[in-house]
Nanobody, 119 residues
Framework: QVQLVESGGGLVQPGGSLRLSCAAS????????MAWYRQAPGKQRELVAA???????NYADSVKGRFTISRDNAKNTVYLQMNSLKPEDTAVYYC?????????????WGQGTQVTVSS
């Protein structure tokens, strides 16, 4: 079994910062791409940022220059540093990891963490 556990969400004022973390637990697996998605009320889930095993990153245009994705392979953890937060960043944030375990490659999702940007 592989489980992803997220932390770091909360309420923050516009212009503030938050750091999300997502750690994979279990054994006998290899992690490939790690990513963060978000889903606002009434909207589809969208990709926020992704990072490959080699460290290449890509970001949604709406967060470029404000958010930074990083990973710690030794800890099986992905981070999302969010700066200069805006009310439109309010959403449930989900991490996703592409993982090979006992042969097949599958996508695993975290449980989601709420980020609310409001004064």
């Amino acid at each position: 079994q592989v489980q992803l556990v997220e932390s770091g969400g909360g309420l923050v004022q516009p212009g503030g910062s938050l750091r999300l973390s997502c750690a994979a637990s279990g054994s006998g697996f290899s992690i490939y791409t790690m990513a963060w998605y978000r889903q606002a009320p009434g909207k589809q889930r969208e990709l926020v940022a992704a990072i490959t095993t080699g460290g290449s990153t890509n970001y949604a245009d709406s967060v470029k220059g404000r958010f930074t994705i990083s990973r710690d392979n030794a800890k099986n953890t992905v981070y999302l540093q969010m700066n200069s937060l805006k009310p439109e960043d309010t959403a449930v944030y989900y991490c996703k990891m592409r993982i090979r375990r006992l042969g097949p490659i599958n996508d695993y999702w975290g449980q989601g963490t709420q980020v609310t940007v409001s004064s």
